[in-house]
């Protein structure tokens, strides 16, 4: 399977603690990016990377967020001190990088109790 | 935040019936994608079309862009159970890098 993957599909956890989801991009696409989705609602970006650089970060990224990309492949998005408001969808999509199509992952559902 | 919505938020057809869902936007934008979404699933891409396009085509479904409106529709031609789903307009907007803002989303129901 060549396309973008996820893991884990399904985190529980408890408040306060830290999570941590990887992302594995389609191979040679240069962008990466983390969305969040709740309930009822359309995906809303996080942050990007061209290769290992973070280029962009929303105001949703909270300093208890953060994300790396370290040789420009996988990534990872941690949570630290997770609240029960950070339970939602964790989307990951990647991209060639020349403003095409975004390909998503099947993402990572966390649920805070 | 949302760029926009989605209208009707949700529809509800018999297989064979055509539908029709519209999305608004609020900027100038580079292109606009949709993208349908089964439950609790990741987003599969549908179609993209540019800003300097107006119509596209896609096996059974056909996109319209109208840039002086901020508007674009979806239609999907005969449809089947398998189209059950939410489906969602997506808008890079122009100056925005490539980051993806979207809508609300309609939430598609085809019965047998």
């Known amino acids: 399977d060549t396309g973008v993957s996820q893991d884990p599909r399904h985190k529980i956890t408890k408040r306060g603690q830290n999570v941590t989801f990887r992302c594995d991009p389609i191979?040679?696409?240069?962008?990466l990016y983390w969305y969040r989705q709740t309930l009822g609602q359309g995906p809303e970006f996080l942050t990007y990377?061209?290769?290992?650089?973070?280029?962009?970060k929303s105001r949703l990224l909270s300093d208890r967020f953060s994300a790396e990309r370290p040789k420009g492949s996988f990534s990872t998005l941690e949570i630290q001190r997770t609240e029960q408001g950070d339970s939602a969808m964790y989307l990951c999509a990647s991209e060639t990088g020349i403003q095409e199509t975004q390909y998503f992952g099947p993402g990572t559902r966390l649920l805070v109790l | 935040s949302q760029q926009g919505e989605e209208d009707p938020q949700a529809l509800s057809i018999q297989e064979g019936e055509n539908a029709t869902m519209n999305c608004s936007y609020k900027?100038?934008?580079?292109?606009l994608q949709w993208y349908r979404q089964n439950s609790g699933r990741g987003l599969v891409h549908l179609i993209l079309?540019?800003?300097?396009?107006r119509e596209k085509h896609s096996g059974r479904l056909r996109v319209t862009l109208d840039t002086s409106k901020k508007s674009s529709s979806l239609l999907i031609t005969a449809s089947r159970a398998a189209d059950t789903a939410s489906y969602f307009c997506a808008t890079l907007n122009t100056g925005t890098a490539s980051k993806l803002t979207f809508g609300t989303g309609t939430r598609l129901q085809v019965t047998l």
């Open positions: 191979s040679e696409h240069n962008r």
């Open positions: 990377f061209q290769n290992e650089a973070q280029l962009e």
């Open positions: 900027t100038s934008i580079n292109n």
């Open positions: 079309i540019r800003s300097n396009e």
